[in-house]
């Protein structure tokens, strides 16, 4: 079993917390784990951009844990228009 850093400890308990946090609100937990997923492919060596999503994970994580949060909103890059 390997040992993780205490950035990656973090991040797992984040991930956990994420997943609690949704459980109770449909269609959260798939966009949850697809979110991270994606993010796993981040090199390990990138440690700068691992701690600023993790920052950005934790304010988002508060606004989840709002009771009034009922869907969760995203930013996508508008299509060219060609």
Same mark, same amino acid.
């Given at each position: 079993?390997?040992? #993780?850093? +205490?950035? *990656?400890?973090?991040? $797992?308990? $984040?991930?956990? *917390?994420?997943? =609690? ?8 937990? &798939?966009?949850? =784990? ?8 981040? +090199?390990?060596?990138? !440690? !700068? #951009?691992?701690?600023?999503?993790? =920052? =950005?994970? *934790?304010? *988002?994580?508060? @606004? $989840? ?5 009922? @869907? $969760?909103?995203?930013?996508?890059? &508008? +299509?060219?228009?060609?």
């Amino acid at each position: 079993m390997s040992r #993780h850093s +205490k950035l *990656q400890k973090q991040v $797992l308990a $984040l991930y956990r *917390q994420f997943l =609690r946090a949704g459980k109770d609100k449909p269609g959260f937990v &798939p966009r949850i =784990r697809d979110e991270f997923r994606e993010n796993s492919r981040i +090199k390990r060596t990138d !440690m !700068m #951009h691992i701690e600023y999503l993790y =920052r =950005r994970g *934790q304010r *988002q994580l508060e @606004q $989840l844990r709002d009771i009034n949060t009922k @869907q $969760l909103g995203s930013f996508a890059k &508008p +299509k060219d228009p060609s």
